[in-house]
C-alpha cells in the first residue's frame, strides 16, 4: 500500500519560515492530487493546501500569500513552504494522497502527522 512519510515539523520564531516535505512510496505509486491538513488544539481540521500532478494548487484563505504548496512528481514528494509564520499556525500537519488527480479528491492515504509550533 501507499505510505507517506512526512519530516520539517518543528519549533519556529513567529514571522519565520519552515518547509515540510511528505514523500510517497509504494509497489505502485501512481500521480494524484496531494495535499496537507492541519489540525491546532480545539479547532477543526483544515484543508490548507492542495496540489494536482500538473500543479493547480489550492489554498485555504487562512494560509495564502503565506504558504506555498508545490511537488516533485519525480520523487513523489509534495512540500509545504510556509513563510511569515504566526503564532496561530501552530497545528499538528497532516499530508496527504487522493485516489485521483483532481484538486477535490478527498483523501485516501494519510501521513503520520508533524507538529509545527510557531512560538517566542
Known amino acids: 500500500q501507499v505510505q507517506l512519510v512526512e519530516s520539517g515539523g518543528g519549533l519556529v520564531q513567529p514571522g519565520g519560515s519552515l518547509r515540510l516535505s511528505c514523500a510517497a512510496s509504494g509497489p505502485i505509486v501512481s500521480l494524484s492530487a496531494m495535499g496537507w491538513y492541519r489540525q491546532a488544539p480545539g479547532k477543526q481540521r483544515e484543508l490548507a493546501a492542495t496540489i494536482t500532478s500538473g500543479g493547480t494548487t489550492t489554498y485555504a484563505d487562512s494560509v495564502k500569500g503565506r504558504f506555498t504548496i508545490s511537488r516533485n512528481n519525480a520523487k513523489n514528494t509534495v512540500y509545504l513552504q510556509m513563510n511569515s509564520l504566526k503564532p496561530e499556525d501552530t497545528a499538528v500537519y497532516y499530508c496527504?494522497?487522493?485516489?485521483?488527480?483532481?484538486?477535490?479528491?478527498?483523501?485516501?492515504?494519510w501521513g503520520q502527522g508533524t507538529q509545527v509550533t510557531v512560538s517566542s
Open positions: 496527504y494522497k487522493a485516489p485521483r488527480d483532481f484538486l477535490n479528491s478527498p483523501p485516501r492515504y
